[in-house]
């Protein structure tokens, strides 16, 4: 205990020596909107749909199809993802070419009901049961992405469902892992943390252990939310045979989507798929 002392007192030190300057780039955080209307993908049409998930509930999905596509890929976003600021996402995920359902999460954007875990999880499910049995999607073809919060999600669908494959990026491994990065263990001597039963729930490493579809994972070196040793672990523990790790030395908790070996990787697992649906696909008894 007396290492904190210390510490405390260098931070005092250091405090007291240096100088912060803030310019506008740190207070001014642009980000252009983006909606049906204005979508300008070439060649890829939007559908604007609102989706039951259960009686009195729907939530806002955009549906983007393409003649030449591919596959399809289910993305899940982070718990700060709204449709109308996903612009970048809309014209990567389309690009192999595959098509692509992203939704916003209950009680945001436009879509209803409230937020919660459970909630996010069924939901999820839902989704994947209408491309299938609604709009005839071949799980031999369909992916699962996840950024973030979404990668449980994204994990959760390949445990109930079959995928042909799944993208996590920027991942956590368990809720527990998430808030020791968070919040450094000096913090937690003097408060305490609390994490709702619902949330310990979620568990990354035992559900990419049972995987068997193939795996892209994405890490930000420079990721200050998900630690990227999350992301590697990840990669190390899943059954997948077919697994592969991206890092991006600079990358931080955004828009990795962006970096042209996380595209090439994307790219790559949806051509395995096209090539050889059945050698890539992973099924899930009774399914």
């Given at each position: 205990?007396?290492?904190?002392?210390?510490?405390?007192?260098?931070?005092?030190?250091?405090v007291g020596c240096s100088s912060i300057t803030i310019g506008e780039e740190?207070?001014?955080?642009?980000?252009?909107?983006?909606?049906?209307?204005?979508?300008?993908?070439?060649?890829?049409?939007?559908r604007n749909q609102f989706l039951p998930v259960t009686d009195s509930v729907?939530?806002?999905?955009?549906?983007?199809?393409?003649?030449?596509?591919?596959?399809?890929?289910?993305?899940?976003?982070?718990?700060?993802?709204?449709?109308?600021?996903?612009?970048?996402?809309?014209?990567?995920?389309?690009?192999?070419?595959?098509?692509?359902?992203?939704?916003?999460?209950?009680?945001?954007?436009?879509?209803?009901?409230?937020?919660?875990?459970?909630?996010?999880?069924?939901?999820?499910?839902?989704?994947?049961?209408?491309?299938?049995?609604?709009?005839?999607?071949?799980?031999?073809?369909?992916?699962?992405?996840?950024?973030?919060?979404?990668?449980?999600?994204?994990?959760?669908?390949?445990?109930?469902?079959?995928?042909?494959?799944?993208?996590?990026?920027?991942?956590?491994?368990?809720?527990?892992?998430?808030?020791?990065?968070?919040?450094?263990?000096?913090?937690?001597?003097?408060l305490g943390v609390d994490v709702a039963p619902a949330l310990r729930t979620?568990?990354?490493?035992?559900?990419?252990?049972?995987?068997?579809?193939?795996?892209?994972?994405?890490?930000?070196?420079?990721?200050?939310?998900?630690?990227?040793?999350?992301?590697?672990?990840?990669?190390?523990?899943?059954?997948?045979?077919?697994?592969?790790?991206?890092?991006?030395?600079?990358?931080?908790?955004?828009?990795?989507?962006?970096?042209?070996?996380?595209?090439?990787?994307?790219?790559?697992?949806?051509?395995?798929?096209?090539?050889?649906?059945?050698?890539?696909?992973?099924?899930?008894?009774?399914?």
């Amino acid at each position: 205990m007396r290492s904190f002392p210390l510490l405390f007192s260098i931070s005092l030190v250091l405090v007291g020596c240096s100088s912060i300057t803030i310019g506008e780039e740190e207070v001014f955080y642009p980000k252009s909107s983006v909606t049906p209307e204005t979508f300008d993908g070439e060649g890829v049409t939007l559908r604007n749909q609102f989706l039951p998930v259960t009686d009195s509930v729907e939530v806002n999905a955009w549906h983007l199809t393409q003649p030449e596509a591919e596959a399809t890929v289910l993305f899940f976003g982070g718990n700060g993802f709204y449709l109308v600021q996903s612009r970048g996402y809309l014209h990567t995920l389309t690009r192999p070419p595959a098509n692509a359902v992203l939704w916003d999460y209950r009680g945001y954007g436009r879509s209803e009901g409230e937020p919660g875990v459970e909630a996010f999880r069924h939901d999820a499910l839902e989704l994947y049961d209408h491309l299938v049995e609604e709009e005839g999607v071949d799980p031999q073809r369909l992916v699962v992405w996840g950024h973030s919060l979404g990668s449980f999600l994204a994990t959760h669908v390949a445990q109930e469902r079959s995928v042909a494959g799944v993208v996590l990026e920027n991942p956590a491994t368990n809720v527990d892992g998430w808030v020791d990065h968070l919040i450094p263990w000096y913090v937690r001597l003097f408060l305490g943390v609390d994490v709702a039963p619902a949330l310990r729930t979620a568990d990354n490493v035992a559900r990419v252990q049972s995987l068997e579809a193939p795996l892209v994972v994405v890490a930000g070196e420079e990721d200050n939310v998900t630690d990227p040793a999350m992301a590697k672990r990840l990669h190390q523990e899943a059954g997948s045979a077919q697994k592969t790790l991206v890092t991006v030395p600079d990358g931080g908790h955004n828009e990795l989507y962006e970096h042209e070996d996380v595209q090439a990787a994307y790219a790559d697992l949806v051509t395995r798929i096209a090539a050889d649906p059945d050698s890539t696909a992973a099924r899930v008894e009774g399914r």
